[in-house]
């Protein structure tokens, strides 16, 4: 596996993305792209990653290659790029490392270290979801906010007409009402009226590479998994995550 | 009580000033406006904040009604108010409960617990004041920060020409001299020289709310609590500080 | 000893550069200027600082006079500096302690205690250094930030037409390559390869207060300590490091 990326900061936000859930992964490179699909350490939230080959500058790879990686010490090394610089990442697997060098008026090369792949690519959930609401990023994580003021857990509720998230704590309760007409909502399509709950940590984390301008897709059905899809430039990334089922 | 306001960052910078002193209080409504005034937890200091009706953009209420509440939950929910957003805020007795409803692409209604109103409104202590000092706030904030960086406690020392402030530390003294003709004095008004010793996280979290370009008005007596006072826009904000006996 | 500074926060980014090494130090003032010289308490590095007469303002001084400080606190004091104000220091020998006076809108007048001076000033080591790197302040720092990442300590490595440096760790290691003829170069005089290994932690300390603009003029010898040299404004900072025997 070897391919260079133009711009080494979008790279660096799409495994921002990933990492906020998970803390490590495996890339899988094949002719189409990469692609990575992982559940987080305690099984209730799945993330899949893929970037296309067309977004990458180059891409060198023999069918299928992959690599498992610390996705923070990942992270970490990748938001050392500069401005202006290349970066070119290979698959050394006679070593057991990934090879990163950023080019510019100085070359750097970071080498890390491969973990073992201890897991299969998990399957993804086939859902048979009741309702689908697009909406834009920044305001899908300013009503998440409010929420998570007031509650570790997160009422995702719409009907035909209406989008509402709500949260009920010690401190107080809130309810966030949009409206099908709304400004910030692309589209509401409601075969069933779902209502589920999920906690907010992970609804956070999920939300949290998404830019404020993307275009979310959140699909629901009642105390089913949600699934969350999100674009960041060319890449795609999808979240599933297991309800909490409501006992109030 | 039912009022709504016009600019919601605006109250929640009035809440702030007041939640920088005291965890809960009672706001008052009556035609007149909103007014709360409420001691410490540790009796030695009280603020008191007045924002008249015409401040606000309705106000809804019979003769006189209260509403007790925990002002850091208050101040956290408030936060949440986003540009271009009205906020309406009702008293709902029977429910015991306080609705903010803030409206704009989408509607957002907090519902915090009222408190026990505990203690009665205290009364407004009567000093007969020696001095009045009228100082802008970035220059007062500034100044008590040059104290607070040696001491936990802080001299106001006012002459008929000077008003100084005073520190010493382990690590230092410090002393500011402000002459009468300063541009950052508005006013100096001395009927007898005053010096009174504070504790500087009090005054800290006093003026902590203070807008820099704020008229701040402080009222002196020697080895007597002092008076500071400044707007926040239309609301009035009042405190008084309990002195400490200087013993050097 | 008494002396005045036009520009106060030029004075201060002088302190600071020294108190990111040591918490004190003894500013001895003569007619040629300010001279600081001083170990780190571990003693395994040494800070040089010196500020021309000419860069004062105005400078006092009968032959020699000196003043031992907590350069911790000499720092907040000087961080309280505001646009605008003049500052004159004036050692007060006879009650022990340093006096400061910003001259604004306000009089300010800070006094510190003087340490006892308890050790004289060491000498300058003097090592026949076999190469020299002239580097970019903020190229250097970044490529420093880079070993830091996956190592507490780094190696320079200078061969003839090339500076590297090198840091391995658990979670990678790092080599930065810098060519002779790079933009970020200035000189790069090799009389013998040189290779040798620093603590980070000093190293950041060193060059925490080094202008991204200026020229850093850096010393080596294999297995030797490491000079590093800067300037700020008209004062110069020179810094010596000991080596880690790399055991590898």
Redesign the interface.
């Known amino acids: 596996m070897r391919f260079s990326v133009k711009d080494a900061k979008f790279f660096k936000s799409c495994v921002d993305a990933i990492v906020s859930l998970v803390d490590e992964g495996s890339f899988v490179a094949t002719k189409e792209g990469l692609h990575l699909r992982t559940m987080d350490p305690s099984q209730i939230a799945m993330v899949d990653f893929r970037l296309p080959a067309t977004a990458l500058d180059k891409l060198d790879v023999d069918e299928k290659s992959s690599a498992t990686l610390?996705l923070v010490?990942f992270s970490?090394?990748l938001s050392?790029s500069?401005a202006g610089e290349s970066l070119e990442i290979v698959l050394d697997e006679k070593d057991a490392k990934l090879q990163l060098t950023f080019t510019g008026?100085?070359?750097?090369?970071?080498?890390?270290?491969l973990l073992d792949s201890s897991t299969a690519m998990p399957k993804e959930p086939n859902v048979p979801f009741d309702a689908q609401v697009k909406i834009q990023g920044g305001?899908l994580k300013?009503?998440l906010?409010?929420a998570g003021?007031?509650s570790s857990h997160v009422i995702f509720d719409v009907s035909e007409h209406q989008f509402n998230l709500e949260a009920k704590g010690?401190?107080?309760?809130?309810?966030?009402?949009?409206?099908k007409d709304?400004?910030?909502l692309a589209a509401l399509d409601v075969k069933k009226p779902s209502r589920s709950m999920y906690p907010f940590d992970y609804l956070n984390n999920i939300t949290k590479g998404c830019p404020d301008d993307a275009a979310v897709n959140v699909h629901l059905k009642s105390d089913a998994p949600i699934k969350i899809t999100y674009p960041i430039g060319d890449a795609q990334l999808t979240y599933y995550l297991a309800p909490r089922v409501e006992n109030e």
């Open positions: 610390n010490d970490k090394i050392r500069r008026s100085s070359k750097r090369v970071f080498k890390m270290p305001a300013s009503m906010q409010d003021l007031l010690d401190a107080g309760d809130v309810k966030t009402e949009t409206m709304s400004d910030s």
